[in-house]
């Protein structure tokens, strides 16, 4: 079992910076690949970024690609999200992910085992 908890949304004008944090517990944290996502008001939610157990694997949406970096410190269980250049479209509900042990497809929601609670991001033009 792992429970993740995401921290760092706000508000910011288009052009700024924020930085995703998602702590999680459990000791076997370092063995799973980690991700996020976003659901923004009326749309599904949607991958945006992921990397895999040792973070020598990035992955990320088209649409975030270039301006967010996804990272991770498994000696403190964290995987962060830093978002520059944010534009209004970002604006969304960003969820933290752990993805189960076999699955290899990080766009797919079905293959994410847990989810965070989410942390609102609201990017104001």
């Known amino acids: 079992q792992v429970q993740l908890a995401e921290s760092g949304g706000g508000l910011v004008q288009a052009g700024g910076s924020l930085r995703l944090s998602c702590a999680a517990s459990g000791r076997t944290f370092s063995s799973y690949a980690m991700g996020w996502f976003r659901q923004a008001p009326g749309k599904e939610r949607e991958f945006a970024a992921a990397?895999?157990?040792?973070?020598?694997?990035?992955y990320y949406a088209v649409s975030v690609k270039g301006r967010f970096t996804i990272s991770r410190d498994n000696a403190k269980n964290t995987v962060y999200l830093q978002m520059n250049s944010l534009k209004a479209e970002d604006t969304a509900v960003y969820y933290c992910a752990a993805y189960h042990p076999s699955s290899y497809n990080y766009y797919n929601l079905g293959s994410v085992a847990y989810w965070g609670q989410g942390t609102q991001v609201t990017v104001s033009s």
């Open positions: 990397i895999n157990w040792s973070g020598g694997s990035t």
